[in-house]
Each structure stands twice: as C-alpha cells, then as structure tokens.
C-alpha cells in the first residue's frame, strides 16, 4: 500500500511486514478521513481504481476539494464514491463486492487497486444494544464475515485494503487503555495498523505504525494543513 509519507510507506516495505488489510484509527478529528483521502489520491494519480466507501452522515465534500485541489477533475474519474448509511447497506455492498471484481476483471481486465472504508465500525456501532444480546451477537458475526471478504479480495486480487476505525476503551486489571472500535474482532483480522494520535502543539500529530507481528512500534510526527499531512 502506497500512503503519502514517505516514513510510513518505508516502514510497511521493511523486514519482517506483512501484507493484509491496514487499520487507519485514532480520535475524532485527527485527520483520519484527510490521510485516507491522501492515499487515494495518490493512486488516482498513478492511473490506478479506487473504491471508497464512506458511512458518517455528513459527506466529506470540503475535505475532498481540499485535497485534490490541484487535480479535482482527473483523481474524480478514477475514484468511486459510496455513501453507505446503515450497516445493512455495507454489509450488503462487500458481501457482493466479489462479483463486481470478478465482472470488471471479465470485462474490462482491470478492477479496484485500493479499497477504503470510512469507518468501518461507525454503524455497527450505532446498532449495538447492550438490552438485546442476541441482536449484539449476530452484528458481531457479520463484522466478522464483512472482513472475512475483505481478507480475501486482498489475498486472491491483490487489492490494497484500509479500513478506517475509532478509538474505544477497555478495563484490565485495573487500568483502562485505548483499543481499536470492535476489539478482539478487529485485532484478529487487521495485520497492519496506523494510529493517529494529538500532540501538545496545534495540528501536529503522532503516528504510531504497527506491523502486527513484532512488539516494535515506530512513531513519526506531522503536520496536518488545510491539504493534508506534510
């Protein structure tokens, strides 16, 4: 996968990674949605497909003109939007998604290089309902199965995979820390993750990159500006 700092893409290309679907996650406002934006922007401009899947309410037009503000009209041919607004509707769109590739591959021998959903777990989690565990269980095995699929349109197609995610807390012995949203879920499908983190000074923020198999973490400061991280 190709992001838009050199640090980053040096990092993932090392020793020892792997390839597998890459987690982008960390507070509300920290630029998640600019770097993911970032990222497919530079794949449109290697002539390459992307698809990108957005699930909060309010579309992101104002970060999308910011960031392909020099080349709006050309990374546009090139990158396809979904506003999904449930999470029957996402579910739905990736279970089937295969078919899609394989029709694009018959017709045109070309299909998406890059895949982003933005969030991933934003309306799974609106459905939760602590009264209704039943419910609760089989939203979990679909969480499941969505990125069962996405696993496997990364290994049989090579198509590149980032899933935006949230932060969430959990309690053990005593001491609370930050997770990713969908917990033991996320954390036995994502091999590759990316946190974004805020900082003492304004719009700087700390990347913490994990490669999933190893106990090194590698952190990089960057600045977030109207046009994205520098």
Known sequence: ??????????????????????????????GKTTLSLQTANIYALNKKKVLYIY??????????????????EDVLERIIFIHATNF??????IFNLEFVVLNDLKTKNVTFNLIIIDSITDLYR???????????VILNYRLNQLLANLVNLEQKY???????NENSRRTQEGQTFEVESGGNVMQYWVTNSIKIERTDIANNRRFVLDRGNDNTPFMLNSMLTKRGFE
Do not use: Y
């Open 158 to 164: 090579e198509i590149s995979i980032l899933i935006v």
């Open 55 to 72: 699930t909060k309410p309010n579309f992101p037009f104002k970060k999308i003109s910011a960031v392909f503000e020099n080349n709006l």
């Open 126 to 136: 609106l459905e939760l309902n602590h009264e209704k565990k039943g419910k609760n």
């Open 88 to 93: 029957d509707d996402i579910f739905n769109f």
């Open 1 to 30: 996968m190709q992001f838009p700092l050199t640090k980053i893409n040096e990092f993932f290309k090392s020793n020892g990674a792997k390839k597998g679907i890459t987690s982008l996650w960390g507070d509300f406002g920290v």
